[in-house]
T-cell receptor, first 110, second 118 residues
Framework: ETGVTQSPTHLIKTRGQQVTLRCSSQ?????VSWYQQALGQGPQFIFQ???????GRGNFPPRFSGLQFPNYSSELNVNALELDDSALYLC?????????FGPGTRLTVL | AQSVTQLGSHVSVSEGALVLLRCNYS??????LFWYVQYPNQGLQLLLK??????LVKGINGFEAEFKKSETSFHLTKPSAHMSDAAEYFC????????????????FGQGTILTVHP
């Protein structure tokens, strides 16, 4: 049990729509990272937030954005969904130099 | 830049046999290295990590890995496979920031699917 939760578990959207995914980590875990895992691939780093500010970004377009809140929850927002956005989205909180992952949200874009 | 190569996208062993999953990394600075396991339709579970202490690292479920700087490798082993070990395994690397703590951006390999036969 990592103490990291994500919602929803599954989500189906259509191309062009917008989606918000949510993550909650344990108290005191100031850093949260988001990853996209396409089918059959390893996770790809989207971005990281530290104390509510973006602290690093991977090779993802600006339509991927995020927020981190003082209560250790965070959001991943994706605008103008494309078919290739279909993936498992993983949230991870950082504690003692280790990232602990949530169960993920499976997003399907039709 | 850092990268990870996992040799073998699929590994099949018999129950009770040795498990060896290979990982080679590339990093211009001392790395932090991790192995995670993923069961179907689940998130990633940490198996073990190397953060510049002992080069032989023991993890959960009987797994261990050895950091070999000269070979830039961090292979995962388990002496005797169980049916419950069947899953996908990911090797990942990150590097310490100027403050000496992990930056947090993990770079993952493509994964190795382990199949265990009765």
């Amino acid at each position: 049990e990592t103490g990291v939760t994500q919602s929803p578990t599954h989500l189906i959207k259509t191309r062009g729509q917008q989606v918000t995914l949510r993550c909650s980590s344990q108290s005191g875990h100031n850093t949260v990272s988001w990853y996209q895992q396409a089918l059959g691939q390893g996770p790809q780093f989207i971005f990281q937030y530290y104390r509510e500010e973006e602290n690093g970004r991977g090779n993802f377009p600006p339509r991927f954005s995020g927020l981190q809140f003082p209560n250790y929850s965070s959001e991943l927002n994706v605008n103008a969904l494309e078919l290739d956005d279909s993936a498992l989205y993983l949230c991870a909180s950082n504690f003692q130099d280790t990232q602990y992952f949530g169960p993920g949200t499976r997003l399907t874009v039709l | 830049a850092q990268s990870v190569t996992q040799l073998g996208s699929h590994v099949s062993v018999s129950e009770g046999a040795l498990v060896l999953l290979r990982c080679n990394y590339s990093s211009s600075v001392p790395p932090y290295l991790f192995w995670y396991v993923q069961y179907p339709n689940q998130g990633l579970q940490l198996l073990l990590k190397y953060t510049s202490a002992a080069t032989l690292v023991k993890g959960i479920n009987g797994f261990e890995a050895e950091f070999k700087k000269s070979e830039t490798s961090f292979h995962l082993t388990k002496p005797s496979a169980h049916m419950s070990d069947a899953a996908e395994y990911f090797c990942a690397v990150t590097t310490a920031n100027a403050g000496g703590t992990s930056y947090g951006k993990l770079t993952f390999g493509q994964g190795t699917i382990l199949t265990v036969h009765p």
